[in-house]
Protein backbone atom coordinates (compact mmCIF):
# COMPACT_ATOMS: atom_id res chain seq x y z
CA UNK A 1 0.00 0.00 0.00
CA UNK A 2 1.21 3.58 -0.75
CA UNK A 3 0.50 5.29 2.43
CA UNK A 4 0.01 8.58 1.10
CA UNK A 5 -3.34 7.07 -0.50
CA UNK A 6 -4.58 5.17 2.15
CA UNK A 7 -8.27 5.27 1.61
CA UNK A 8 -10.32 6.47 4.97
CA UNK A 9 -13.71 6.08 5.15
CA UNK A 10 -15.41 9.04 7.56
CA UNK A 11 -18.32 8.82 9.31
CA UNK A 12 -20.59 11.54 10.90
CA UNK A 13 -23.75 11.61 13.06
CA UNK A 14 -23.07 14.42 15.60
CA UNK A 15 -26.08 16.38 15.00
CA UNK A 16 -28.48 16.45 12.17
CA UNK A 17 -25.71 15.48 9.02
CA UNK A 18 -25.25 11.78 8.26
CA UNK A 19 -22.45 11.89 6.46
CA UNK A 20 -19.86 9.29 4.77
CA UNK A 21 -16.88 9.86 2.59
CA UNK A 22 -13.70 8.73 1.48
CA UNK A 23 -10.66 9.93 1.40
CA UNK A 24 -7.19 8.99 -0.19
CA UNK A 25 -4.25 9.88 1.58
CA UNK A 26 -5.84 12.56 3.97
CA UNK A 27 -6.38 15.21 1.06
CA UNK A 28 -8.02 13.37 -1.50
CA UNK A 29 -11.48 13.38 -1.60
CA UNK A 30 -13.14 10.63 -3.32
CA UNK A 31 -16.89 11.20 -2.20
CA UNK A 32 -18.55 12.70 0.20
CA UNK A 33 -22.30 12.09 0.46
CA UNK A 34 -24.49 13.90 3.43
CA UNK A 35 -28.40 13.32 4.05
CA UNK A 36 -28.97 16.29 5.74
CA UNK A 37 -32.39 16.26 8.22
CA UNK A 38 -33.30 20.09 7.94
CA UNK A 39 -36.63 19.51 6.34
CA UNK A 40 -37.29 17.28 9.69
CA UNK A 41 -36.50 19.55 11.84
CA UNK A 42 -37.59 22.87 10.32
CA UNK A 43 -41.30 22.68 11.73
CA UNK A 44 -39.92 22.82 15.46
CA UNK A 45 -37.15 25.52 14.38
CA UNK A 46 -34.15 23.85 15.48
CA UNK A 47 -32.57 20.29 16.29
CA UNK A 48 -34.74 17.57 18.06
CA UNK A 49 -32.37 14.96 19.27
CA UNK A 50 -34.49 12.14 19.47
CA UNK A 51 -35.62 12.56 15.52
CA UNK A 52 -32.10 13.06 14.55
CA UNK A 53 -31.25 9.65 16.05
CA UNK A 54 -34.38 8.28 14.43
CA UNK A 55 -33.41 9.72 11.40
CA UNK A 56 -29.67 8.85 11.93
CA UNK A 57 -30.61 5.19 11.98
CA UNK A 58 -32.63 5.20 8.43
CA UNK A 59 -30.00 6.81 6.50
CA UNK A 60 -26.71 5.52 7.83
CA UNK A 61 -26.41 2.33 5.55
CA UNK A 62 -27.55 3.70 2.37
CA UNK A 63 -25.16 6.95 2.65
CA UNK A 64 -22.06 4.58 3.57
CA UNK A 65 -22.81 2.48 0.93
CA UNK A 66 -23.63 5.63 -1.77
CA UNK A 67 -19.95 6.89 -0.65
CA UNK A 68 -18.56 4.08 -1.26
CA UNK A 69 -20.32 3.81 -4.64
CA UNK A 70 -19.75 7.44 -5.78
CA UNK A 71 -15.72 6.41 -4.82
CA UNK A 72 -15.50 3.18 -6.43
CA UNK A 73 -14.34 1.50 -3.29
CA UNK A 74 -15.76 -1.52 -2.45
CA UNK A 75 -15.18 -2.33 1.75
CA UNK A 76 -12.40 -5.12 1.68
CA UNK A 77 -10.31 -1.52 -0.34
CA UNK A 78 -10.58 0.88 2.99
CA UNK A 79 -7.35 1.15 5.19
CA UNK A 80 -9.59 2.49 7.95
CA UNK A 81 -12.86 3.90 9.50
CA UNK A 82 -12.88 7.34 11.15
CA UNK A 83 -15.57 7.78 13.13
CA UNK A 84 -16.88 10.64 15.00
CA UNK A 85 -17.11 10.54 18.97
CA UNK A 86 -18.27 13.93 20.41
CA UNK A 87 -19.24 16.68 21.07
CA UNK A 88 -22.71 16.18 20.04
CA UNK A 89 -26.23 14.87 20.72
CA UNK A 90 -25.08 11.42 22.66
CA UNK A 91 -28.26 9.43 20.23
CA UNK A 92 -26.89 10.85 17.39
CA UNK A 93 -23.43 10.30 17.66
CA UNK A 94 -23.92 6.23 19.29
CA UNK A 95 -25.33 5.69 15.50
CA UNK A 96 -22.49 6.72 13.91
CA UNK A 97 -20.07 5.33 16.31
CA UNK A 98 -21.99 1.56 16.59
CA UNK A 99 -22.37 1.25 13.10
CA UNK A 100 -18.38 2.26 12.52
CA UNK A 101 -17.07 -0.17 15.19
CA UNK A 102 -18.98 -3.27 13.80
CA UNK A 103 -17.65 -2.27 10.13
CA UNK A 104 -13.84 -2.11 11.41
CA UNK A 105 -14.57 -4.86 13.13
CA UNK A 106 -16.33 -7.10 10.85
CA UNK A 107 -14.15 -6.24 8.18
CA UNK A 108 -10.72 -6.10 10.47
CA UNK A 109 -10.01 -2.57 9.80
CA UNK A 110 -8.44 0.04 12.62
CA UNK A 111 -10.96 2.23 13.86
CA UNK A 112 -10.08 5.51 14.39
CA UNK A 113 -11.93 7.88 16.52
CA UNK A 114 -12.32 11.68 15.57
CA UNK A 115 -12.89 15.09 17.82
CA UNK A 116 -15.91 16.43 15.97
CA UNK A 117 -14.32 19.98 15.93
CA UNK A 118 -10.65 18.63 15.17
CA UNK A 119 -12.83 17.75 11.94
CA UNK A 120 -13.82 21.29 11.19
CA UNK A 121 -10.20 22.21 11.95
CA UNK A 122 -9.43 19.73 9.09
CA UNK A 123 -12.08 21.11 6.59
CA UNK A 124 -9.87 23.92 6.22
CA UNK A 125 -6.19 22.14 6.02
CA UNK A 126 -7.97 19.21 3.57
CA UNK A 127 -8.35 21.82 1.18
CA UNK A 128 -5.95 24.03 1.28
CA UNK A 129 -3.41 21.04 1.15
CA UNK A 130 -4.98 19.92 -2.08
CA UNK A 131 -5.10 23.38 -3.35
CA UNK A 132 -1.22 23.39 -2.84
CA UNK A 133 -1.26 26.15 0.03
CA UNK A 134 0.72 25.53 3.21
CA UNK A 135 -0.68 27.58 6.22
CA UNK A 136 1.63 28.58 8.25
CA UNK A 137 1.70 27.64 12.24
CA UNK A 138 0.75 28.19 14.86
CA UNK A 139 -2.64 29.20 14.07
CA UNK A 140 -5.69 30.23 15.45
CA UNK A 141 -8.93 28.61 14.25
CA UNK A 142 -12.75 30.02 15.12
CA UNK A 143 -14.84 27.00 14.89
CA UNK A 144 -18.40 28.85 14.07
CA UNK A 145 -21.79 27.38 13.97
CA UNK A 146 -25.53 26.29 15.36
CA UNK A 147 -23.55 24.23 18.17
CA UNK A 148 -19.91 25.73 18.64
CA UNK A 149 -18.20 29.02 18.90
CA UNK A 150 -14.61 28.13 20.13
CA UNK A 151 -11.22 29.89 19.65
CA UNK A 152 -8.54 27.29 19.40
CA UNK A 153 -4.79 27.50 18.92
CA UNK A 154 -3.78 24.46 16.56
CA UNK A 155 0.32 24.01 16.38
CA UNK A 156 1.57 21.42 13.53
CA UNK A 157 4.44 18.67 14.04
CA UNK A 158 6.02 16.79 11.04
CA UNK A 159 5.02 17.24 7.22
CA UNK A 160 2.50 15.03 5.16
CA UNK A 161 2.27 11.72 6.32
CA UNK A 162 3.68 11.88 9.74
CA UNK A 163 2.27 15.67 10.45
CA UNK A 164 0.38 15.49 14.07
CA UNK A 165 -1.71 18.40 15.37
CA UNK A 166 -2.04 19.76 19.09
CA UNK A 167 -5.21 22.43 20.10
CA UNK A 168 -5.35 24.10 22.91
CA UNK A 169 -8.92 25.64 23.94
CA UNK A 170 -8.69 29.98 23.91
CA UNK A 171 -11.94 31.04 24.54
CA UNK A 172 -15.40 30.10 23.72
CA UNK A 173 -19.12 31.41 23.78
CA UNK A 174 -20.51 31.30 27.50
CA UNK A 175 -24.32 31.08 26.39
CA UNK A 176 -25.62 30.51 22.51
CA UNK A 177 -23.54 30.10 19.72
CA UNK A 178 -23.57 32.81 17.24
CA UNK A 179 -25.42 30.07 14.63
CA UNK A 180 -27.75 29.76 17.17
CA UNK A 181 -28.16 33.50 17.69
CA UNK A 182 -28.94 33.81 13.75
CA UNK A 183 -31.25 30.79 13.84
CA UNK A 184 -33.90 32.61 17.48
CA UNK A 185 -33.17 36.05 15.12
CA UNK A 186 -34.56 34.08 11.98
CA UNK A 187 -37.14 32.99 13.98
CA UNK A 188 -38.52 35.60 15.87
CA UNK A 189 -38.65 37.68 12.70
CA UNK A 190 -40.40 34.98 10.67
CA UNK A 191 -37.91 34.53 8.09
CA UNK A 192 -37.33 30.69 8.06
CA UNK A 193 -34.62 27.59 9.05
CA UNK A 194 -31.88 27.53 9.43
CA UNK A 195 -31.63 31.69 9.87
CA UNK A 196 -27.94 31.93 8.81
CA UNK A 197 -28.22 32.11 5.09
CA UNK A 198 -31.05 33.53 4.64
CA UNK A 199 -30.00 36.45 7.36
CA UNK A 200 -26.61 36.55 5.15
CA UNK A 201 -28.63 37.44 2.01
CA UNK A 202 -30.87 40.02 3.54
CA UNK A 203 -28.58 41.52 5.31
CA UNK A 204 -26.85 42.79 2.35
CA UNK A 205 -30.03 44.84 1.31
CA UNK A 206 -30.10 46.87 4.97
CA UNK A 207 -27.82 49.72 6.51
CA UNK A 208 -25.31 47.84 9.57
CA UNK A 209 -24.75 50.59 11.46
CA UNK A 210 -28.38 51.16 11.95
CA UNK A 211 -28.74 50.23 14.93
CA UNK A 212 -26.28 49.85 17.45
CA UNK A 213 -26.12 47.02 19.78
CA UNK A 214 -23.32 47.19 22.45
CA UNK A 215 -21.07 44.63 22.84
CA UNK A 216 -21.87 42.36 25.79
CA UNK A 217 -19.80 43.46 28.68
CA UNK A 218 -17.83 40.43 30.30
CA UNK A 219 -15.43 39.71 33.07
CA UNK A 220 -12.44 37.35 32.21
CA UNK A 221 -11.25 35.91 29.72
CA UNK A 222 -11.31 38.28 26.66
CA UNK A 223 -11.33 35.50 24.04
CA UNK A 224 -14.73 34.66 25.35
CA UNK A 225 -18.12 35.18 23.72
CA UNK A 226 -21.44 35.63 24.77
CA UNK A 227 -24.76 35.91 21.91
CA UNK A 228 -27.50 35.85 24.27
CA UNK A 229 -27.72 39.62 24.70
CA UNK A 230 -27.83 40.69 21.38
CA UNK A 231 -30.64 38.23 20.66
CA UNK A 232 -32.55 39.79 23.50
CA UNK A 233 -31.85 43.05 22.49
CA UNK A 234 -33.49 42.36 18.97
CA UNK A 235 -36.58 40.81 20.92
CA UNK A 236 -36.68 43.85 22.84
CA UNK A 237 -36.63 45.77 19.59
CA UNK A 238 -39.32 43.93 18.10
CA UNK A 239 -42.03 44.23 21.02
CA UNK A 240 -40.97 48.31 21.13
CA UNK A 241 -41.80 48.19 17.25
CA UNK A 242 -44.90 47.08 16.93
CA UNK A 243 -45.78 48.18 13.17
CA UNK A 244 -43.27 45.56 12.45
CA UNK A 245 -45.96 43.11 13.28
CA UNK A 246 -47.84 43.21 10.20
CA UNK A 247 -45.26 42.02 8.01
CA UNK A 248 -44.15 39.30 10.29
CA UNK A 249 -47.44 37.87 9.77
CA UNK A 250 -47.08 38.08 5.82
CA UNK A 251 -43.91 36.31 6.45
CA UNK A 252 -45.37 33.52 8.78
CA UNK A 253 -48.06 33.00 6.18
CA UNK A 254 -44.97 32.45 3.12
CA UNK A 255 -43.35 29.86 5.40
CA UNK A 256 -46.69 28.33 6.24
CA UNK A 257 -47.30 28.18 2.38
CA UNK A 258 -43.72 26.58 2.05
CA UNK A 259 -42.34 29.95 0.24
CA UNK A 260 -38.77 30.18 1.85
CA UNK A 261 -36.86 31.74 -0.45
CA UNK A 262 -34.60 34.86 -0.31
CA UNK A 263 -36.35 36.59 -2.57
CA UNK A 264 -39.98 36.45 -0.96
CA UNK A 265 -38.08 37.04 2.48
CA UNK A 266 -36.84 40.64 0.94
CA UNK A 267 -40.09 41.49 -0.57
CA UNK A 268 -41.70 40.69 2.52
CA UNK A 269 -39.01 42.77 4.75
CA UNK A 270 -39.46 47.01 5.02
CA UNK A 271 -36.42 48.44 5.21
CA UNK A 272 -36.52 48.71 9.26
CA UNK A 273 -36.41 45.27 9.70
CA UNK A 274 -33.83 45.17 7.00
CA UNK A 275 -31.61 47.43 9.17
CA UNK A 276 -32.53 45.61 12.44
CA UNK A 277 -30.99 42.22 10.37
CA UNK A 278 -28.02 44.30 8.69
CA UNK A 279 -27.12 45.55 11.93
CA UNK A 280 -27.17 41.91 13.92
CA UNK A 281 -24.79 40.45 11.56
CA UNK A 282 -22.64 43.56 11.59
CA UNK A 283 -22.68 43.12 15.65
CA UNK A 284 -22.05 39.34 15.29
CA UNK A 285 -19.37 39.95 12.66
CA UNK A 286 -17.57 42.09 14.15
CA UNK A 287 -17.23 40.33 17.77
CA UNK A 288 -16.49 37.26 16.14
CA UNK A 289 -13.53 38.49 13.48
CA UNK A 290 -11.97 41.31 16.72
CA UNK A 291 -12.16 38.52 19.43
CA UNK A 292 -10.35 36.02 17.19
CA UNK A 293 -7.71 38.47 15.42
CA UNK A 294 -7.18 39.80 19.23
CA UNK A 295 -6.32 35.51 20.31
CA UNK A 296 -4.04 35.77 17.05
CA UNK A 297 -1.90 38.30 18.41
CA UNK A 298 -1.39 36.86 21.44
CA UNK A 299 -0.62 33.48 19.84
CA UNK A 300 1.79 34.93 17.46
CA UNK A 301 -0.21 33.35 14.96
CA UNK A 302 0.50 33.75 11.48
CA UNK A 303 -2.49 31.75 10.22
CA UNK A 304 -6.30 32.33 10.67
CA UNK A 305 -8.51 29.48 9.98
CA UNK A 306 -12.46 30.11 10.25
CA UNK A 307 -14.92 27.05 10.06
CA UNK A 308 -18.20 26.08 10.77
CA UNK A 309 -21.14 26.76 8.92
CA UNK A 310 -21.15 30.33 10.04
CA UNK A 311 -17.97 30.07 8.07
CA UNK A 312 -20.56 30.30 5.11
CA UNK A 313 -21.31 33.78 6.00
CA UNK A 314 -20.59 35.94 2.92
CA UNK A 315 -19.84 39.44 5.57
CA UNK A 316 -17.94 36.90 7.61
CA UNK A 317 -15.31 36.05 5.11
CA UNK A 318 -14.92 39.80 3.59
CA UNK A 319 -14.36 40.82 7.24
CA UNK A 320 -11.49 38.59 8.10
CA UNK A 321 -9.88 38.34 4.89
CA UNK A 322 -9.85 41.84 4.87
CA UNK A 323 -8.87 42.51 8.80
CA UNK A 324 -6.38 39.34 8.17
CA UNK A 325 -4.59 41.10 5.82
CA UNK A 326 -4.14 44.32 7.28
CA UNK A 327 -2.39 42.33 10.06
CA UNK A 328 -0.11 40.23 7.76
CA UNK A 329 -2.05 37.35 8.59
CA UNK A 330 -2.93 34.80 6.03
CA UNK A 331 -6.98 33.38 6.37
CA UNK A 332 -8.21 30.42 4.99
CA UNK A 333 -11.75 29.49 4.87
CA UNK A 334 -13.13 26.02 3.67
CA UNK A 335 -15.44 26.06 0.59
CA UNK A 336 -18.95 26.62 1.70
CA UNK A 337 -19.63 22.83 0.72
CA UNK A 338 -17.15 21.81 3.56
CA UNK A 339 -18.06 24.67 6.10
CA UNK A 340 -20.98 22.56 7.57
CA UNK A 341 -20.92 18.88 9.14
CA UNK A 342 -19.73 16.49 6.13
CA UNK A 343 -17.75 13.13 6.86
CA UNK A 344 -14.59 14.07 4.76
CA UNK A 345 -13.43 16.10 7.31
CA UNK A 346 -13.29 13.16 9.66
CA UNK A 347 -11.87 11.02 7.41
CA UNK A 348 -9.47 13.70 6.80
CA UNK A 349 -8.40 14.64 10.53
CA UNK A 350 -8.73 10.74 11.27
CA UNK A 351 -5.27 10.22 8.87
CA UNK A 352 -2.69 11.72 10.86
CA UNK A 353 -3.86 9.31 14.19
CA UNK A 354 -3.78 6.88 11.46
CA UNK A 355 -0.78 7.03 9.91
CA UNK A 356 0.60 7.37 13.76
CA UNK A 357 -1.31 4.06 14.74
CA UNK A 358 -4.05 5.60 17.12
CA UNK A 359 -6.24 2.97 16.62
CA UNK A 360 -9.12 2.28 19.14
CA UNK A 361 -10.98 -0.84 19.90
CA UNK A 362 -14.69 -1.68 20.16
CA UNK A 363 -14.70 -0.17 23.64
CA UNK A 364 -15.34 3.15 21.96
CA UNK A 365 -17.78 5.26 23.39
CA UNK A 366 -19.60 8.56 21.88
CA UNK A 367 -18.69 11.23 24.60
CA UNK A 368 -21.28 14.74 24.45
CA UNK A 369 -19.15 16.82 25.62
CA UNK A 370 -16.04 15.34 24.61
CA UNK A 371 -13.22 18.39 24.76
CA UNK A 372 -10.44 19.19 22.27
CA UNK A 373 -6.96 19.89 23.54
O1 LIG B 1 -21.90 23.43 10.99
P1 LIG B 1 -23.40 23.37 10.84
O2 LIG B 1 -23.96 22.77 9.58
O3 LIG B 1 -24.06 22.52 11.98
C1 LIG B 1 -23.73 22.66 13.32
O4 LIG B 1 -22.79 21.94 13.75
O5 LIG B 1 -24.39 23.48 13.98
O6 LIG B 1 -23.93 24.86 11.07
C2 LIG B 1 -25.28 25.21 10.95
C3 LIG B 1 -25.42 26.65 11.40
C4 LIG B 1 -26.86 27.12 11.50
O7 LIG B 1 -27.02 27.78 12.72
C5 LIG B 1 -27.00 28.08 10.31
O8 LIG B 1 -27.94 29.10 10.54
C6 LIG B 1 -25.59 28.62 10.18
O9 LIG B 1 -24.75 27.52 10.47
N1 LIG B 1 -25.30 29.14 8.84
C7 LIG B 1 -25.02 30.44 8.57
C8 LIG B 1 -24.85 30.53 7.17
N2 LIG B 1 -25.04 29.29 6.64
C9 LIG B 1 -25.31 28.44 7.68
N3 LIG B 1 -24.91 31.48 9.39
C10 LIG B 1 -24.62 32.67 8.83
N4 LIG B 1 -24.46 32.86 7.51
C11 LIG B 1 -24.57 31.83 6.65
N5 LIG B 1 -24.41 32.02 5.32
ZN1 LIG C 1 -20.11 20.93 13.18
Redesign the pocket.
Known amino acids: MNSREALILGIESS ?1 D ?1 TAAAVVAGGQRILSSVIASQVDIHRKYGGVVPELASREHLRQIVPVVREALEQAHVALPDLDAIAVTQGPGLIGALLVGVTYGKVLALALGKPLIAVNHLEGHVHAVLLEAHAAGRRPEFPAVCLIV ?4 TIIFRVKSEGVNGTARFFYARIGGTRDDAA ?2 A ?2 KVARMLALGY ?4 V ?2 QLAAHGNPKALRFGEPKMKGNPFDFSFSGIKTAVLYHLRKSPELQQEIEARQQALARGDRSAETMRRLSSSATLDLIASFQHAVVEDLVTRTLAAAAQEAAHTVLVS ?3 A ?3 ALRASFAAEAQRRGLEAFFPSRALS ?2 NAAMIAAAGYPRFMAGEHEDASLDPKANLPLG
Open positions: CESGGHGEYDPGGPIDGGVANSTD
